[in-house]
């Protein structure tokens, strides 16, 4: 089989993600095809849009996840004017900040990504090691334990100035492990409800 011969299930993808407001290009990232591949395929079914169609889709065109995050991370290398700056801070604040109805006490992606982090994992195991995996509320020995955070993880990370992972592996207090208690999941809930 040639490199370019594709199978129908595969022209019928091509032409499904084209069709649904994709570019080529993205089309071809998508599918992991050629641009040219899936130019051929787009031409010899008809089914490519003229420039006056392309130039009406574009504003409602709907960027896959894969675009967004090459448009994040080419953004990223920018040198910003301060006015962008201050655009985008306000922007993520509106995003993130207590006023937005993305506000759910305190799990932000950062704060999702520092609890996932193999730092934190490190963390919870050393405050079960020196509880000796005990409830420090009922004495439940095992079963499902957390790690309960006596100053809430959020606040140490807004009041540290915590802004991405690195800061967090450098930000001592947040890994103190005196701040941390064996709780099993039951004491855990109460000590949230308190
Ligand atoms: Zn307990």
Not at 83 to 88: F, G, S, V
Not at 101 to 121: A, D
């Amino acid at each position: 089989m040639s490199k370019n011969k594709l199978t129908t299930s595969e022209i019928e993808n091509i032409i499904n993600i084209y069709v649904n407001r994709n570019s080529v290009k993205d089309t071809s990232t998508i599918t992991r095809k050629n641009v040219s591949t899936v130019k051929k395929y787009l031409n010899l079914h008809n089914k490519m849009r003229t420039r006056s169609e392309s130039a009406s889709i574009r504003p409602q065109r709907v960027l896959s996840e894969l675009h967004k995050s090459r448009i994040g991370l080419s953004n990223k290398d920018k040198i910003r004017s301060v006015e962008t700056i201050e655009k985008l801070s306000m922007a993520k604040k509106e995003r993130y900040g207590e006023t937005s109805n993305n506000w759910k006490g305190g799990i932000t992606p950062l704060n999702n990504l520092i609890r996932h982090s193999s730092k934190n994992k490190e963390w919870i195991k050393e405050v079960f090691e020196r509880d000796d995996y005990t409830c420090q509320e009922c004495g439940q020995v095992g079963g499902n334990l957390n790690s309960h955070h006596k100053i809430l993880f959020s606040s140490l990370i807004k009041k540290n100035n915590v802004r991405n992972i690195n800061d967090s592996i450098k930000c001592e207090v947040l890994w103190n492990i005196d701040n941390g208690v064996t709780l099993c999941e039951k004491c855990h809930r109460c000590e949230h409800k308190r």
